[in-house]
């Protein structure tokens, strides 16, 4: 993903050019490519008139929902009293027309906005080139999973590299962190991804130990896999090194067992463990970039949103500045 700061007027034109560089890459004719514009104009510019720290989060997705253009708006502000409001056309709190989030959401095929008094506010709105806005009685279709991935400021790639397979009702992910940081970091962590790809119908441990063989041509990487098993209602997971993973369930977190050492280059043992997963549940997978404190207790409402919302609040709160990030949120798209 690309991030792009913004905490000045000047910084909205460059937010927008990005964006609909996206799309253009993603050959979107000129009206679907207009969407995009607007909704990253409009995203940016809320951000200047009343965030902290603002920052926007521009990717591609594509998925079981379709393909498309993601923007993420994420600023540390006041946030907002009341969410209804802040999303009614006409309400305003600095003096515009008040039609920013209200056109933002008429412009997506997809749109999730989270916000608590104090707390900031994250909104999450994607494009795409071919589809309309789903109506009102047909609700837009939920995606198995979400994710953020940003590369350490000052990087051009990203060292860590994810992948989500759908397979027998349930799904495989598996995320990945290149040693340190940069291109080298990313070829190990795409590696990884390669193998993973050629192994993904396997079981989590035999993955990781193709894995761990395959990347000994690299400088390696912490790198951990997640099955979800729906006939057994578990998930399996299997990790080597600091990719780490969580399970939660009606708010319970149960972090996961990853044990030490570097794919590709030490790993003494390779171990697969299980938790209980429900339609209910979600996993979340976190590369070295996110502390490893993380909670979502503080956050009413937030597991219920947007598996890519998810991740991106994750990220905002809970990122460590000095290194690449992932965050990869899975579940059931129909819990």
Request: charged share 20%; proline share 6%; with cysteine.
């Amino acid at each position: 993903m690309i991030s792009v700061p913004v905490t000045e007027a000047s910084q909205v034109a460059d937010a927008r050019r990005r964006a609909t560089g996206l799309a253009q890459t993603l050959g979107f004719d000129e009206t679907a490519a207009g969407r995009v514009a607007i909704v990253a104009t409009e995203l940016a510019t809320n951000l200047v008139k009343y965030g902290t720290n603002g920052e926007v989060l521009l990717g591609t997705f594509e998925d079981e929902t379709g393909t498309g253009v993601e923007i993420i708006a994420l600023d540390r502000g006041p946030g907002v009293a009341n969410l209804a409001d802040a999303l009614r056309d006409g309400h305003s709190t600095g003096g515009s027309p008040g039609t920013g989030l209200g056109a933002v959401r008429r412009q997506s095929q997809a749109f999730d906005v989270a916000a608590w008094p104090g707390r900031g506010l994250a909104v999450l709105a994607r494009v795409s080139g071919t589809t309309s806005k789903a109506s009102a009685s047909e609700p837009p279709p939920i995606p198995r999973f979400g994710t953020v991935a940003v590369p350490l400021r000052g990087e051009v790639v990203n060292g860590d590299a994810y992948c989500v397979r759908p397979h027998d009702g349930g799904w495989t992910a598996v995320v990945a962190d290149g040693l340190g940081h940069g291109p080298q970091a990313a070829q190990a962590s795409e590696a990884a991804v390669r193998v993973f790809r050629k192994h993904e119908r396997e079981g989590p441990g035999s993955i990781l130990a193709a894995v761990h063989a395959g990347l000994g041509h690299t400088r390696g990487g912490a790198v951990s896999v997640a099955r979800y098993e729906p006939s057994r209602g578990m998930l399996v997971f299997a990790g080597i090194g600091n990719v780490a993973g969580a399970v939660i369930t009606d708010g319970v977190i149960k972090r996961l067992v990853s044990l030490p050492g570097t794919a590709g280059v030490v790993a003494r043992r390779i171990q697969e463990f299980e938790q209980p997963f429900t339609p209910r549940s979600l996993l979340v997978m976190c590369s070295d970039g996110i502390g490893t404190t993380w909670a979502l207790d503080s956050y009413p409402g937030l597991l219920a949103a947007h598996p890519s919302l998810i991740a991106a609040v994750i990220y905002r709160d809970f990122a460590r500045g000095r290194d690449d990030a992932t965050v990869v949120v899975v579940r059931e798209p129909n819990p």
